[in-house]
């Protein structure tokens, strides 16, 4: 394992836009095995030399561009999609709101009948069931 070490030394390694890379590769093989679409093998190859080439490139601060750009576009997407996970996982004890005068989504627990709901961010108060 030492002559991999060495080999990596000064190179780049992986980042958010090399495992979403990896990830699409997969999937697209996947799904070209699937529908048996075959022009899919070629987009899943592509991506992985991307990802490779990105992982051994020894020109590191490119790369870290790339990846602050990746995360300024797909960043607030990812945050909506954790956040929706999180609502759905904890839809059995708990029960979202939104504030309706500064939107602040709120989280309060389940089944305590009305509730009178404070919003920490602007002190609106407002009346919702739970």
């Known amino acids: 394992m030492n002559w991999l070490r060495r080999f990596m030394m000064g190179r780049y390694g992986t980042d958010q836009l090399n495992y979403t890379l990896l990830a699409l590769a997969l999937t697209l093989m996947l799904l070209e095995r699937l529908a048996e679409w075959h022009f899919l093998y070629l987009f899943s190859f592509l991506a992985l ?6 992982m051994f490139s020894r020109d590191v601060t490119r790369r870290y ?17 954790s956040s929706a996970v999180s609502a759905v996982k904890d839809s059995r004890t708990h029960c979202h709101f939104k504030c309706p005068s ?22 609106t108060q407002f009346v919702k069931k739970t």
Request: proline share 7%.
């Open 65 to 81: 561009q790339e990846n602050q750009r990746f995360l300024q576009v797909f960043g607030p997407v990812r945050r909506h999609f």
């Open 102 to 123: 500064c939107g602040q989504k709120l989280r309060v627990p389940r089944g305590k009948g009305k509730l009178s709901i404070t919003c920490p961010n602007c002190r």
């Open 49 to 54: 030399a991307v990802c490779y080439l990105r």
